[in-house]
């Protein structure tokens, strides 16, 4: 009797198990399935401010570069993130560590903007072109679009649709495609 308990508690430890393994397999599938679509529209979404953060981050760079070792006062806030209590560091590896920390940042602002900026290229012959720039970069509404371009609120959403999609095939290749076909 005690024999066929544990066998019994083994077999519905194993059923939610599994139970829990096609869940987890579920979601992984639903979330490749809109990964690459959805990547892609948060990227459009986030090019305006990461220009922006870009453009920031180009100008503290300079600034720094040009202030040398005063500079520390001006940004003290940002040491928190390179220093540690029991690092023993001169003004000037301070200085230079925050100039690396600075340049690496803005390199991969840099590649994200060139990676949008040849995406948007593929695309800007398009009829529609104009959908993406009011809709990701002036957050317009699809009825405002619609109004806009003079055409039905179906007509932005699908052409919008049709160019995010080659967005997202262009950013992420062949994963995009097959998200794409599974849909």
Known sequence: LMMNKSNNEQSLKQKELTRIREAAARLAIS???RDPYTQAEGRLYALPM????????RDERDELASLGIEALR????????????S?????EEIHEAQLAELGARIAADEREVGYMERALA??????????????????MTDAAIAERLSCDVSTIRR???????????FLYGSAALSAQMRR
């Open 50 to 57: 990461i220009r922006a953060r870009l453009e920031c981050s």
């Open 122 to 139: 593929y695309i800007e012959e398009h009829p529609y072109f104009e959908i993406i720039k009011l809709k990701y970069f002036k957050c």
């Open 159 to 169: 052409n919008r649709k049709r160019l995010v999609q080659s967005v997202a095939l």
């Open 74 to 85: 001006e940004h003290s806030r940002s040491l928190v993130r390179l220093l540690s209590p």
């Open 31 to 33: 979330a490749d399935e």
């Open 87 to 91: 690092m023993r560091l001169t003004p």
